[in-house]
């Protein structure tokens, strides 16, 4: 999910089907549990849904929709001891091309609340077990001569219904998520003996199976198999059938659970460990929210996002599963940000934060209150660093000049030195009045101490942001005959209001306000400084208000993460939060199966 809001933002994610380079963010960079996704058990309903389709699409189905499957082609040939019991055989007999159906409906998907290690437990209970084919094969002996004999495998519980089947069975399994040394993704099964609550069995014979026609007897190549006809079974092997059918039915599904983690899982992760890190164009994001902006927008070195699990990172949690993520961003240092600290900066590591908090069952949205099935929780340190980053790469270094001004405020705006002399006296006697006036904002992405956040709910599944761009630097410049002479310099401290807020598929970003905190002006000998004060909301307001007064359109649409797992489900932003102590920025999210079905 994390990945999915970082390197899935409109630009497709990042493959992970081969092995992704080596991360080049620093481990100091790292905020131990900066970061974590929860997945409620509603949510692990919906894509339990879809698992009796996907043991489709990998066994093949029955006529009623069961599950088949091939044992043979998993297991081979399984032994089976009748004892003399069938009256037939001798000794060792063998169960070959045994094809098995398994009632999926049955068939369900529980986070073992408490569990860490977090498991995930597949049960089924009452199920159906039939048989679709199978053959039972072993020596014999007829008037003394020794021989092979063979009977088809049949279901012996309501036979002729809809309900016929072999056995009525209940089993568990779970699936344990851990991470291994290597940080790549450890998945143990464990398989509890699984319960037969009923079992009959019946024989059917066919003289074309080979060990019916060795013609040992010539006036009688099917005398040995003629037993079958009979259709009932000794109680010797009748026991050793029901011996064979738990174990073997254990052993099918430790292997079909792996087969289903390969095919949805482990073919998106290679065996290569979790830690990508992906590229964050913001300046190519803004600007395509809102063209106007890129004439604003500094360089914008693209940020660089690394998320890993930690160890011990799956555990479940008050009915969810929690994950719990290393992570970071980081950029590189463009020379327009001033004081941007060295790339592995400690400070952030060492903020303040709570655990990850639990996540409300539903939220409201426009549509009504809406059920809660994954959430990202992004913690403040994290929030944070991304801040710090974003101003060391230069995104916020503006420099807007007149004409800047007039396209973004649509021709309604026209500065010039003309203008600006009536707040800074005296400029007109510098330059030519109709001269072109630059505004520059040069933020300070110094590092310590960091830039802190704050975060505010708002009533709509909205959250409020604040922050402080501390000791920004700010110019005032006037076109001098083809250079730009500095009238003023200034540092400002800036206190923003950001509005998060879900709307269609999409997290919009707004500007609030920008308020002036403090203003030193450092140099302004060219120009009488009295009116500075005066001017000062109006430079903040030009600088940073028009840079983000506009919405912001951040695409965060997860479908594309979810077609990698091969699930027709579809994701939805439902709103975003604060948690915890107001220290956890969440994202709720809703799964639909494709078509809108909830």
């Known amino acids: 999910m994390a990945l999915a809001l970082t390197g899935c933002g409109g630009k497709g994610c990042v493959e992970l089907t081969t092995a992704p380079p080596k991360p080049t963010v620093p481990d100091a960079l790292l905020l131990n549990s900066g970061a974590a996704a929860r997945v409620t058990q509603h949510g692990f309903d919906v894509v339990a849904a879809q698992i009796v389709d996907l043991l489709g699409l990998l066994f093949g189905k029955t006529a009623s929709g069961a599950a088949k499957i091939d044992v043979g082609s998993l297991l081979g040939p399984v032994e089976l001891s009748v004892g003399g019991g069938l009256g037939l055989f001798e000794g060792k007999a063998s169960v070959r091309d045994l094809v098995l159906s398994l009632d999926m409906d049955a068939l369900t998907i529980q986070l073992v609340d408490g569990s860490s290690p977090a498991r995930l437990r597949l049960g089924f209970d009452h199920a159906h077990l039939g048989v679709v084919s199978g053959v039972v094969a072993g020596g014999s002996k007829v008037l003394g001569i020794g021989t092979d004999a063979a009977c088809h495998l049949l279901n012996g519980l309501d036979v002729g219904k809809s309900t016929e089947r072999v056995a009525t069975v209940s089993a568990t399994v779970d699936v344990v998520l851990g991470i291994d040394a290597k940080g790549g993704l450890d998945l143990d099964i464990e398989v509890a003996d699984p319960v037969l609550h009923a079992?009959?069995?019946?024989?059917?014979?066919?003289?074309?199976?080979?060990?019916?026609?060795?013609?040992?007897?010539?006036?009688?190549?099917?005398?040995?198999?003629?037993?079958?006809?009979?259709?009932?079974?000794?109680?010797?092997?009748?026991?050793?059938?029901?011996?064979?059918?738990?174990?073997?039915?254990?052993?099918?599904?430790?292997?079909?659970?792996?087969?289903?983690?390969?095919?949805?899982?482990?073919?998106?992760?290679?065996?290569?460990?979790?830690?990508?890190?992906?590229?964050?164009?913001?300046?190519?994001?803004?600007?395509?929210?809102?063209?106007?902006?890129?004439?604003?927008?500094?360089?914008?070195?693209?940020?660089?996002?690394?998320?890993?699990?930690?160890?011990?990172?799956?555990?479940?949690?008050?009915?969810?599963?929690?994950?719990?993520?290393?992570?970071?961003?980081?950029?590189?240092?463009?020379?327009?940000?001033?004081?941007?600290?060295?790339?592995?900066?400690?400070?952030?590591?060492?903020?303040?934060?709570?655990?990850?908090?639990?996540?409300?069952?539903?939220?409201?949205?426009?549509?009504?209150?809406?059920?809660?099935?994954?959430?990202?929780?992004?913690?403040?340190?994290?929030?944070?660093?991304?801040?710090?980053?974003?101003?060391?790469?230069?995104?916020?270094?503006?420099?807007?000049?007149?004409?800047?001004?007039?396209?973004?405020?649509?021709?309604?705006?026209?500065?010039?030195?003309?203008?600006?002399?009536?707040?800074?006296?005296?400029?007109?006697?510098?330059?030519?009045?109709?001269?072109?006036?630059?505004?520059?904002?040069?933020?300070?992405?110094?590092?310590?101490?960091?830039?802190?956040?704050?975060?505010?709910?708002?009533?709509?599944?909205?959250?409020r942001l604040r922050l402080r761009m501390a000791d920004a630097g700010v110019l005032i410049e006037a076109d001098a005959r083809w250079r730009w002479l500095t009238l003023v310099e200034a540092r400002a401290d800036l206190d923003v209001s950001i509005e998060l807020r879900v709307v269609g598929n999409s997290l919009s970003l707004r500007v609030e306000h920008v308020d002036l905190a403090e203003l030193d002006i450092e140099d302004a000998a060219l120009v009488d400084a009295a009116g500075l004060p005066a001017l000062a909301p109006a430079l903040v307001d030009l600088a940073v208000g028009l840079l983000l007064a506009e919405p912001i359109d951040l695409d965060i649409d997860l479908a594309t993460l979810l077609d990698g797992l091969g699930l027709p489900l579809v994701a939805r932003p439902l709103g975003v939060g604060a948690l915890g102590a107001d220290d956890w920025l969440w994202v709720a999210v809703g799964l639909d199966l494709v078509g809108g079905t909830k």
């Open 199 to 463: 079992v009959g069995f019946r024989l059917g014979m066919d003289c074309k199976l080979p060990e019916c026609t060795d013609k040992v007897l010539a006036e009688d190549p099917c005398l040995e198999c003629n037993l079958c006809a009979a259709g009932e079974l000794g109680s010797a092997a009748i026991s050793g059938l029901t011996n064979l059918l738990g174990p073997l039915l254990g052993d099918l599904l430790e292997v079909a659970t792996g087969l289903l983690l390969d095919a949805v899982i482990l073919p998106g992760l290679n065996g290569q460990p979790i830690d990508v890190e992906v590229p964050i164009d913001l300046r190519a994001t803004l600007a395509a929210s809102n063209a106007a902006l890129l004439a604003l927008l500094g360089p914008g070195e693209p940020l660089r996002a690394r998320v890993r699990p930690r160890k011990g990172a799956f555990s479940v949690q008050a009915g969810a599963l929690l994950v719990r993520l290393d992570a970071a961003v980081l950029a590189s240092a463009h020379p327009c940000a001033r004081d941007p600290g060295p790339d592995a900066a400690p400070g952030f590591a060492t903020l303040p934060l709570s655990p990850p908090p639990a996540l409300p069952a539903t939220i409201a949205t426009a549509a009504g209150q809406e059920t809660v099935d994954l959430g990202l929780l992004l913690g403040t340190p994290l929030i944070e660093q991304a801040v710090w980053a974003a101003l060391r790469s230069g995104l916020l270094c503006v420099r807007v000049d007149s004409a800047g001004l007039y396209g973004l405020s649509g021709g309604s705006l026209i500065l010039s030195a003309a203008a600006l002399d009536l707040v800074v006296p005296g400029l007109r006697r510098v330059v030519s009045p109709d001269a072109a006036i630059r505004v520059v904002l040069s933020p300070s992405a110094a590092p310590a101490p960091p830039t802190r956040v704050g975060l505010e709910s708002l009533p709509g599944g909205a959250l």
